[in-house]
């Protein structure tokens, strides 16, 4: 199972419309030598400047996209964001190991969530890399009291 680390900004930018339905969202995968920061603002210092980033055989620079964002009332009080899961095949050669994942709006330049997975994940040559989101969203939230 993995576990998500938000940055201090997340919940807000959502709130506020600062990260929209209209923003690019991608996913960066990191080696083992990426750290969680809820300080963080930008992507370059969520990824080193990319020295923590993962990439080749099929999955790009910079990540790959999260179609269809959807930001939406969830419940009484919550809220979510959901997109389609992510499939991508790989050839060439392995991909890996992955040890964690960044969610990231690539519109703002800013980093939405830091995915730390509970063991090494390598995608071995001509099989597909998938990043399945939960079906209740990629992120749900409810505001504090």
Partial sequence: MATFFFYNHTI??????????????????LSDSAAFNGTDTTIDAATNTGGWEISGYGW?????????????????DGSKFSGDDISQA?????????????????????????V??????????????IISWNAAGIIAWTPGN
Avoid: C, M, R, W
């Fill in 60 to 76: 790009d620079v910079g990540g790959l996209e999260i179609t269809n964002p959807v930001i939406a009332s969830d419940g009484a």
């Fill in 90 to 114: 790989i050839s060439g050669g392995d991909l890996g190991p992955v040890y964690a994942y960044l969610i990231v709006n690539v519109t703002e330049s800013k980093p939405v969530a830091f």
């Fill in 12 to 29: 807000h930018d959502f709130n506020t419309g600062v990260f929209s339905v209209s923003d690019t969202y991608k996913v960066i995968l």
């Fill in 116 to 129: 730390l997975l509970s063991a090494p994940q390598t995608v071995l040559n001509n099989n597909l890399a």
